[in-house]
Structure formats: structure tokens, C-alpha cells
């Protein structure tokens, strides 16, 4: 059974940081390609950042570049998001994924982020 847990999500004030992680069971880890993706209250999911298969380059959504890293770690079967400098309108709920080149793709249930004062 496939599984994908995600943590770290909290309440922040604007200019803070906060680090996700995705815990991912399963599944051969090393094949699948990762990201990060949100959903604020009323808007579409959105790709907030991706990392392939033997990590190498990463590639991030413009609201969130320079402020956002995502890595993995083949031997914990983590993928994290280190997001610094938030501002509120990051707030949503952030779901990591994983997709093989051929296969399904798996979501985590998702870990609310909230920025406030």
C-alpha cells in the first residue's frame, strides 16, 4: 500500500519560514519523480516545485522562487520543502506527489500552512 504522510505545516507569521516534510512508503522511491503542490481556499491545486528521479535540477513556480527549496533523500524516502520569507498569500493546504515515467501518481492528504499575524 502506497503511502504518502506529510508533516511540518503551522501557523506563521509573514517573513517566517516553515519546513515540510513527505514521508513516502510503498513504492521504489528512487523511480519516481517528486513534487510539492498547494491549494488555498477557493483557487485551483497549484505545482508549487518539483525534483526528478537522482534529484539534479529542481524547478519552482515563480510566486516561490528564491524563497522556496525542495529536496529528497533517497535513503529516508523524504522529499522536503524548506519555505522561507512567507507571506500570506502562501497560505493553503501542501500535498506532496510522486509519479513514475510510467505509472500512477500518488498524493499525501495534505498539511495546512497558515501566514498570518
Known amino acids: 500500500q502506497v503511502q504518502l504522510v506529510e508533516s511540518g505545516g503551522d501557523l506563521v507569521q509573514p517573513g517566517g519560514s516553515l519546513r515540510l516534510s513527505c514521508v513516502v512508503s510503498?513504492?521504489?522511491?528512487?523511480?519516481?519523480?517528486l513534487s510539492w503542490h498547494r491549494q488555498a481556499p477557493g483557487k485551483e491545486r497549484e505545482l508549487v516545485a518539483t525534483?526528478?528521479?537522482?534529484?539534479?535540477?529542481?524547478n519552482y513556480a515563480d510566486s516561490v522562487k528564491g524563497r522556496f527549496i525542495i529536496a529528497r533523500d533517497d535513503g529516508k524516502n523524504t522529499v522536503s520543502l524548506q519555505m522561507n520569507s512567507l507571506k500570506p498569500e502562501d497560505t493553503a493546504v501542501y500535498y506532496c506527489?510522486?509519479?513514475?515515467?510510467?505509472?500512477?501518481?500518488?498524493w499525501g492528504q495534505g498539511t495546512q500552512v497558515t501566514v498570518s499575524s
Open positions: 506527489n510522486a509519479v513514475s515515467t510510467y505509472g500512477p501518481s500518488y
Open positions: 510503498g513504492l521504489t522511491f528512487s523511480r519516481y519523480a
Open positions: 525534483i526528478p528521479r537522482g534529484g539534479g535540477s529542481t
